[in-house]
């Protein structure tokens, strides 16, 4: 991918833990505690992200969760890419890890589909938007959040695959490390979204802008 040495082990581990520090910032819980709202934990589905941000009402703090929480994997990447382009890709990782598991919470944390989104368009901005319209159209067309963050992050991997050597605004998109991410990325969502998963298939997930009675 570049010069990047792989024997050097504190560059590595300094990647990531800068990017599992950023990414366990827990932006929803901290705007929702701020604006009076108590923990956002106890209400919806117990989650920190966007989503249940949403389910309080205040669209502004649902927005402004969902970009910070973006906001952090794409800074992650794009500081420790600064430095080596593989040292972003482990940055990414990092902040997914951050995010999914912050310390800060008892590693309890979100589901990470925005942290994942600002990471991919951070590293690889081609399948970042594809996978930001994936969701957006999947989000229009069935009104369930879960189901467009899952058919997005699924379409990560895939796209990044198919890029693979495709020359976009000079750049040529991707390769390997970038697309393990992707799928890394992948493989994590869809474990934090088991819950969502199960609902889908019988038909109790609650659709975008419905409350949801009980903390799952």
């Not at 999914?100 to 589901?111: D, M």
């Not at 069935?142 to 991997?157: G, H, T, V």
């Amino acid at each position: 991918m570049s010069s990047f040495d792989p024997t050097s082990i504190w560059a590595v581990a300094a990647a990531a833990v800068l990017g599992y520090l950023l990414g366990s910032i827990p932006f929803g819980l901290v705007l929702t505690r701020a604006a009076g709202l108590g923990d956002i934990r106890s209400i919806g589905s117990g989650n920190i992200g966007a989503t249940n941000v949403l389910r309080t009402g205040h669209k502004g703090l649902a927005l402004a969760t969902l970009l910070l929480d973006g906001g952090k994997g794409a800074i992650a990447v794009l500081v420790a890419g600064l430095f080596d382009p593989m040292l972003a890709v482990i940055a990414g990782g990092g902040a997914m890890l951050g995010h999914i598991f912050p310390v800060w919470l008892g590693f309890k944390g979100g589901k990470g589909v925005a942290t994942a989104l600002g990471t991919l368009l951070a590293i690889m901005w081609p399948v970042g938007v594809l996978c930001c319209l994936v969701w957006l159209a999947m989000a229009a067309l069935f009104r369930y959040s879960s189901l467009a963050a899952l058919a997005a992050i699924a379409a990560a991997p895939v796209l990044a695959w198919a890029l693979s050597g495709t020359t976009i605004l000079g750049a040529v998109w991707t390769d390997l490390p970038r697309a393990a991410l992707a799928l890394f990325i992948a493989v994590l969502v869809f474990l934090r979204h088991d819950g969502n998963i199960r609902r889908l298939l019988r038909g109790e997930e609650p659709k975008i802008g419905q409350k949801k009675a009980a903390a799952g």
